[in-house]
């Protein structure tokens, strides 16, 4: 929805009206509220949270290198990310 299209309230309609403009938000809808005429604010909806099975969810999904956790792969990462050598690796629990 853009922003010309979305609904306006100014600030006193908006306390009023708060339940009905959240049930709005909620179905999609963008709100402007406005005091004395001029927009200050905008309610949009939030986008929707993934759906996340919890830890362990990718096991057998997910394919790593036999040097995924070496001192020369850290290495590279650190430099790719402006760091020197990192001096650290990961062990992976089962």
Known sequence: MSASSSAQYNIHEAK???SKIV????HGEEI???RAGRPFAKVVPLPPRANR???GSLRGRVNMADD???PATNNVIARDFGLSECGFSWTLTS
Not at 23 to 26: N, P
């Open 68 to 70: 995924w956790d070496a």
């Open 16 to 18: 009023t009206h708060f």
């Open 23 to 26: 049930e709005r938000v909620e």
């Open 53 to 55: 099975r919890g830890y």
């Open 32 to 34: 402007t509220i406005s």
